[in-house]
DNA sequence: CAAACGGTGGCAACTGGTTGCCAGCTGGGA
DNA sequence: TCCCAGCTGGCAACCAGTTGCCACCGTTTG
């Protein structure tokens, strides 16, 4: 026997459905069900055993209930880094709507190395219901390991086969362009992410297409970390390499750069107009404050678990191998947020570049 | 019967200690003892037990090992506001050393409510093993509910009974009036956070004791909400009652109103010294940089967790009733990191503000 | 040579719910 | 009046491990 009657480890000596069921003189299986079945006892009793519960401070053990039917109410979400404020409003959406559900949240992270990833789906998938991986490192194959394994949203990647919720990031990338294009500036300069990333791909595919569209230069340097110090080290490939515009991976590298480039001595935005993406937290009191495109950061967990919930909610589905019924893949608008970071190209800095 | 022969829910169909224990030819307590007890069995056979195991791929399914032994591996963080840059270091620091540990972190966001605080501990408190409360808004009496069910640790709050962890804010603050003092600064004003909160007592006292000291004035204005939409409030709240040096109870509250000030046109630092408080993620990049009273986040997360293991490793401690053994309460020291929002009174500044 | 002993392995009870199946009771229709 | 069906509640078999206790075995000791 695993604990005598000697001293519990929980202080409460929580009582149990047996227990209950002795005070209110029914089987334990009644107790069970006046709780998880309601309808399947009688109306009057099961307000009776709620009573005496009620008054004996009865809790369902959430572990006792998980054993045998495999619903923890936990949801993990994998996140690249914690520290990466673009991860703060997407667990905050997360969040809420796990919690509304009845859900508890699981963060792991994991640091931006795959193999910590890995270890942090090892130790988390036999505890949680679903699983949302928020910009993962691992390859899609690995991804596809976890999700025959219970349900699962990507976020920000496309995956054929695997629900995935994301941003815009073409129609935000154009929109940017168009509001550089406007300003006058003929060539953009595209700082690059991680090639992992996803997301950094098709940030640069759209950025070709929207300068091919509007006939005007798209340039390319990279990648860097995307953090402040690899925008430091985009603002010394910036400064190598001159142009009036410049879009980066994200505000991280934004941010990064643009101190960069003040160290260098160089304006923004009147020698370089700078944009950003994702609009974290800070974009707004960096300075100069940064031009950006706005993911709807706070949707995006809010969506990818309530496409998880959904999910859950439908049948057993057998051993979840054939993705029937529609996949959901939700892709959520971005739009572009003008602040001080951007402005009029002019031809003086065409000047002081070459000097 | 909870689940027959028919499909799981899950597509690995996990093989079990049974599964292993016909293979290996002995019993499921063997299997069991194999991987929980080292020693226990003799060398060969766990070895030959442990080889089956890897052989057919089998885990240890970690509800069922939590069941009988209360042992859930997971330690709950919970924060005041996910959203606030000041938790995510901490963070960082608590998944850090947890994940090093074999424990996994789930993490509550209560959003500064003191009912989904409650709310968050009913629901996490019977799967967890430790606590961390990062800076609860509860009262004193419902931590100590709380910490009578299973370790616990509080940030940023100091009780008498129960384990914490917090900035040593008294020197830090006293380091900060020194150096508004030596830069000719005679009144200080403190712009106060919410009365709920732990720190911001002890801030505000230890300010009086050290501008006391000096010699110089203190003054305080407030509460202010800990936002940066607080620190608009508070620049207003300042440009009606002005002095050459404030210190506001945490960064965003600093952050927001240097924003606010230089909206009424006060300038940072010329007319108006700033400090803040907790060196959050972009204090180095809002304008001017901010001086801040740097707290060691990643450190404090850590440390946090530290002591919960060590707790978690103590024997059973019956009921947990007395505190016996040293309890654990960890002061970390403070540094002030000086950077661009503070410089010298100037007379001229005395002027403006009666203007 | 018997008793004592340490090292191993197995049995079975136990963690706290969930649920398939069955039986008793009641009520409605034939 | 009899039969069948629908409600209810109970029994007992799970879920997948952990662990107290006992038995067996070979060895050492008195």
Same mark, same amino acid.
């Given at each position: 026997m695993a604990e005598p009657s000697s001293g519990r480890k929980r202080g409460g000596d929580r009582p149990t459905i047996y227990d209950v069921a002795t005070a209110a003189g029914v089987a334990p299986s009644t107790v069970s069900r006046a709780f998880s079945r309601p309808g399947r006892v009688n109306a009057e009793t099961a307000e009776r055993i709620r009573q005496v519960a009620m008054e004996m401070g009865y809790r369902t053990n959430p572990l006792a209930r998980a054993l045998p039917t495999g619903r923890t109410s936990l949801l993990a979400v994998i996140v690249a880094d914690v520290t990466n404020p673009f991860f703060f409003e997407i667990l905050r959406g997360a969040e809420e709507t796990a919690t509304a559900a009845g859900y508890t949240l699981l963060v792991a992270d994991v640091q931006e190395s795959v193999e910590a990833e890995r270890q942090a789906l090892d130790r988390t998938l036999p505890m949680v219901e679903g699983l949302v991986l928020a910009t993962s490192r691992m390859s899609d194959s690995s991804i596809r390991v976890a999700a025959k394994q219970l349900p699962t949203v990507v976020l920000n990647r496309s995956m054929s086969d695997i629900a995935s919720v994301a941003t815009d990031n073409s129609r935000g990338m154009k929109r940017a362009v168009e509001h550089l294009a406007g300003l006058g500036h003929t060539t953009i300069t595209y700082l690059a992410g &991680? +090639?992992?990333s996803w997301a950094n791909g098709v940030r640069w595919q759209a950025m070709r297409e929207a300068t091919h569209e509007l006939g005007i230069r798209a340039r390319r340097l990279g990648p860097f970390s995307p953090t402040q110090a690899g925008g430091l080290a985009a603002a010394r490939a910036l400064a190598d390499a001159p142009s009036t515009a410049a879009i980066a991976y994200n505000d991280l590298i934004a941010i990064g750069m643009m101190r960069g480039l003040m160290n260098l001595?160089?304006?923004? &935005? +009147?020698d370089v107009s700078v944009v950003g993406f994702d609009n974290i937290f800070g974009a707004d009191f960096c300075t100069p404050q940064l031009t950006t495109v706005a993911a709807p950061l706070r949707q995006l967990g809010a969506v990818a678990v309530r496409i998880l919930l959904e999910e859950l909610r439908t049948p057993a589905r057998g051993a979840r191998q054939a993705p029937q019924g529609p996949l959901k893949t939700a892709l959520l608008p971005a739009n572009l947020v003008e602040r001080m970071s951007t402005g009029p190209a002019s031809p003086v800095i065409a000047h002081q570049e070459t000097e």
């Open positions: &991680p +090639d992992a001595g160089i304006r923004v &935005p +009147d």
